[in-house]
């Protein structure tokens, strides 16, 4: 039986220390302790994704010639499956086609990994489709989808930056958020060779900067986290053409600044009654109530994030507990949230990992 959360964090190295990395950890299902178990050397992985079946971890490279990998997860004698502190590389580091991929995701049934390439050498963000072996193993990229056009914001939209990607709750399309260009694109995805074709684009107001979002439960909403207006926007998804539509923004904070409060990560409860997302310089948590009528959030609550710059928050499987990736301080802490109000509290355990960027659990 597991008594222990698996836990796969990428971080930001900096170059090519042997002694940074992919970090493996667990945590108990309480939230009362954590512990590293090692980790796997691998130039700024600063975001993995996780097999369905658990045993294979993907890594996008953040650097300006991108890259990805893809590794086996071993079996651990610390009483959790697959939680080893080596993974096994399958492969080389394969080019994803563009500069700093920050974020990536499995599509059509695991058959390819799907990556954002945040920019390229002419600023041009791009979306990324590499195969997946029966082994676990990447191939060489199948197709590259570059973005186009800017939004007003100087110093962050001169041109697209394509900054997530994530399937549909029907698998049915791949969605990419870009900051740059002030837009969600829809695609569908050619299961026999990976090409993308664009079936939807979803643009919000000029200099919003979408960054993350994350869809409700039900399916039929999903909320889009602006990196530069500091709001959720609140948007009714049309599941039939992959369509958004826009239904409200809620503030996340009122005197924010503009270029020092940044949102990073959003997630929403599994029971879908809340919404979570964390704001960099400002190293808050702010929580969302969703009620009744999901369709209205409502900001209840802004904890404090125990540390300094949030690049990603995580919920638990069964959502009772909620972690946080604290790049500049160096730590992952773990809150318990409290079933009734939705409040998460520091449990006191903490990890300490260099520049963590994303957290992954199972």
């Known amino acids: 039986m597991q008594n222990r959360i698996e836990l796969t964090i990428g971080t930001y190295t900096h170059g090519s220390d042997p002694a940074r990395g992919i970090v493996r950890a667990w945590v108990a299902p309480d939230g009362s302790r954590a512990q590293a178990l090692g980790v796997t050397a691998f130039p700024d992985p600063s975001w993995i994704v996780r097999s369905a079946d658990g045993k294979f971890v993907y890594a996008v490279s953040e650097a300006e010639e ?26 080389s580091a394969l080019p994803t086609g563009g500069s700093e991929p920050c974020h990536a995701t499995l599509v059509a049934d695991g058959a390819y990994l799907a990556i954002a390439n945040y920019s390229d050498t002419h600023d041009a963000g791009s979306v990324a489709i590499h195969p997946i072996g029966a082994d676990g193993s990447l191939g060489e990229r199948a197709w590259l989808e570059s973005h186009t056009g800017s939004g007003p914001h100087a110093d962050r939209q001169t041109g697209p930056h394509a900054h997530m990607v994530t399937e549909d709750p029907a698998g049915r ?17 050619d299961a026999s060779n990976g090409r993308l074709s664009q079936a939807a684009r979803t643009q919000f107001r000029p200099g919003f900067g979408p960054r993350h979002f994350v869809f409700h439960p ?13 709001v959720v926007a609140t948007c009714a998804y049309d599941a039939a053409t992959g369509e958004l539509r826009e239904l409200m923004e809620t503030p996340l904070l009122e005197d924010f600044i503009t270029g020092e409060d940044l949102p990073s990560s959003i997630r929403v409860s599994p029971d879908g009654r809340f919404l979570y997302t964390a704001i960099r310089g400002r190293n808050t948590i702010c929580v969302l109530a969703l009620g009744a009528d999901p369709a209205k959030p409502e900001l209840i609550a802004r904890v404090p994030t125990e540390g300094d710059w949030p690049r990603d928050i995580a919920l638990s499987p069964d959502g009772s507990l909620l972690l946080c990736a604290n790049q500049s301080s160096g730590s992952v802490i773990v809150f318990r949230i409290d079933p009734e109000s939705g409040l998460p509290t520091p449990t006191g355990a903490e990890l300490a990992v260099p520049a963590p960027a994303c957290l992954v659990m199972s």
């Open 218 to 230: 039900d399916g039929q909403l999903a909320y889009v986290v602006g990196e530069l207006g500091c």
């Open 173 to 189: 399309f791949l969605l990419a958020a870009d900051l740059g260009t002030d837009s969600i694109y829809t695609y569908e995805v």
């Open 66 to 91: 991108g890259q990805a990998a893809a590794f086996a997860v071993t079996d651990s004698a610390e009483g959790i499956v697959g939680g080893g502190a080596e993974l096994q590389p399958l492969d």
